[in-house]
């Protein structure tokens, strides 16, 4: 105590930037209010921290979780009280499912006495409650530094996820002499050794074992120790979307992603083994298989926590620790067992390879999703990055994309929200300006945050947008159709993106017949600046390939 009172008093507000500084904070994704001002004064004189300001505060926390998942280190966002606020809670819900860390500074009026009534007022630590692993309203200027480094601790500690912080104007305004606290350092614990012994045990005595590489894999360096494991055991390998990229797709034991829930090729797999091994799956993502109560086949969970068990969830055994620890464990103890048999398993890869690469030469127009998916992974480096807006575009992706590294598919299939592939996209440029990014959206989930156009354009960044135009919410119209319900309420009309894209200073392109789209990304791809691609898509066949022939020609193997 007699170190800080030699300490020079000053705001809560400049305190918490120096906490944040201390944090390794480099940017600030935002939209203040004036409740924010004196945060934001404060902010205008750091040297290590840049303030992002956004078109909205959604765009602000759907950059913000990227940031989250890219580096690994905690995106910061920053909003005003009341509507402020609550325009953040898709990004935290966002952030909070799809595992990524992220803090959420929201601003308040003053809490020891206030001359507005309750004009704005919202309980928003109340309101955060549910989607955040942590939530707290900051109530003195010496509690600064002890929240702010709890918040990052909580936010960037496995299961990763959302944390918010609320800075009332008159504690930001409010003086102390503490100090930022220094970064915690912390190690994952590891398994114990007689679980690593169990599951090793288990995968000898199989005979037709498969792994499944899920989402808390693609968190952590988990992927060396993933090869040197695959490379050793011959098991072949499926992820899901979230896992897209923990190990390089092309790879000959890659079976494919389980983007959808049955009846694609990678089932007829996962249906043939004997013994399934999952690493860092989350309950979250769509089930890339269903457990049965009498099911023959036995489960491995492998994560940093234990299973969530629900009624087709139940994994017989579970190893808890550190991932690429546990997979090291193992690997260094296991003995192949000669009578594991892959043959069928193999069969699949090579029939969905066959029939994923009929239906890309289909070159008709308007753009036929196979064909695109092709295009691009030809035009894009083994280290460019796509981001994927929420449509049925995704599961195309997700199955014919094949990713070369981690975090390459930047994709959401945990919340699933519309409006994240351009926020998402921007980030990946401005963190790597070196790599090629290029973003996909549907027309309507573009609109959603299609203002951050000009958050693009006036930050410099290079990036190529795809807009897959069907004047629809397709997606829902193809479950519709499905369904065979009406075709009703899912239509509409969209601008003219050309000149939209250039009302912003970006550059807009209209795709015609299908012979321009190569040339036209490659344009894109390799040109400086913020370019839009209006790209109309036929979405006639989704229903028959995705739910009627993938069943039909998978189901004959």
């Known amino acids: 105590m007699s170190f800080l009172k030699n300490q020079k008093k000053i705001s809560g507000a400049e305190l918490f930037i120096k906490c944040l500084e201390q944090e390794g904070v480099e940017y600030i994704f935002g939209l203040p209010g004036e409740e924010n001002l004196d945060f934001l004064e404060h902010l205008s004189k750091s040297d290590k921290i840049k303030l992002i300001l956004t078109r909205h505060e959604q765009g602000a926390g759907f950059m913000a979780a990227t940031y989250g998942r890219l580096t690994g280190k905690a995106g910061v966002c920053l909003s005003t009280l009341g509507p402020g606020a609550t325009n953040l809670i898709t990004s935290a819900a966002y ?9 959420m500074i929201t601003g308040q009026k003053p809490i020891k006495s206030s001359k507005q009534g309750k004009f704005q007022i919202l309980d928003v630590v109340d309101l955060m409650q549910p989607i955040t692993k942590y939530t707290n309203q900051i109530t003195s200027a010496n509690l600064i530094p002890s929240r702010v480094r709890e918040a990052f601790r909580i936010a960037e500690e496995e299961k990763p996820g959302a944390v918010h912080l609320e800075l009332p104007e008159d504690i930001a305004s409010e003086t102390s002499r503490r100090i930022p606290l220094p970064r915690s350092i912390s190690r994952r614990p590891v398994p114990d050794e007689k679980a690593i012994i169990q599951a090793t045990d288990m995968i000898e005595k199989s005979s ?16 060396k120790m993933l090869l040197e494991f695959v490379e050793k055991t011959k098991i072949p390998f499926i992820t899901t979307q979230l896992g897209k990229g923990v190990l390089d797709e092309r790879h000959d034991y890659f079976l494919g992603c389980a983007a959808l829930s049955s009846g694609d090729f990678v089932h007829q797999a996962i249906e043939e083994s004997d013994l399934i091994i999952t690493v860092g799956h989350d309950e979250v993502e769509k089930p890339p ?13 492998i994560n940093h926590s234990s299973a969530i068990i629900d009624a087709i969830y139940f994994p017989q055994y579970m190893v808890v620790g550190d991932i690429a620890n546990t997979i090291w464990q193992i690997k260094e103890r296991i003995k192949n067992n000669p ?39 030809n035009l894009m480096p083994s280290d460019g990055i796509i ?20 975090n390459t598919v930047i ?32 027309d309507g989930g573009f ?8 958050t693009a354009v006036r930050l410099g960044v290079n990036l190529t947008v795809i807009i897959l135009n069907d004047k ?25 993106f050309v000149k939209y894209a250039e009302s912003y200073g970006a550059t807009g392109h209209q795709i015609n017949k299908s012979s321009e789209l190569s040339s036209t990304i490659e344009y894109c791809l390799n040109t400086p600046g913020v370019h839009l691609i209006d790209c109309p898509v036929d979405y006639s066949e989704n229903d028959k390939i995705l739910n009627k022939d993938l069943k039909r020609i998978s189901s004959s193997l």
Not at 95 to 103: D, E, N, S, Y
């Open 411 to 442: 994709l959401d299939n945990a919340l699933a929200s519309m409006g994240a592939g351009l926020p998402s996209a921007i980030t990946a440029a401005m963190i790597f300006p070196d790599k090629k990014v290029l973003s996909v959206c549907g």
């Open 95 to 103: 952030a909070q499912l799809g595992g990524v860390p992220m803090l």
């Open 447 to 454: 609109m959603m945050n299609s203002q951050e156009m000009e």
């Open 339 to 377: 009578k594991w048999d892959f043959s069928k398993m193999l069969k699949v890869r090579v029939a969905h390879l066959e029939h994923s690469k009929k239906i890309r030469e289909d070159d008709r127009f308007p753009i036929f999703p196979p064909y695109l998916v092709r295009q691009i992974r």
């Open 289 to 301: 298989f269903v457990m049965k109560e009498f099911d023959r086949r036995k489960v491995i969970h």
């Open 472 to 496: 629809a919410y397709g997606m829902v119209k193809w479950k519709q159709e499905n369904m065979k319900f009406t075709d009703y309420g899912l239509s509409f009309e969209n601008p003219d």
């Open 208 to 223: 037709k074992p498969v792994l499944i590489l899920g989402g808390g894999a693609n968190r952590t360096l988990t992927n």
């Open 387 to 406: 981001t994927l807006d929420n449509g049925v575009y995704k599961l195309w992706f997700a199955r014919g994309y094949p990713a070369l590294h981690q």
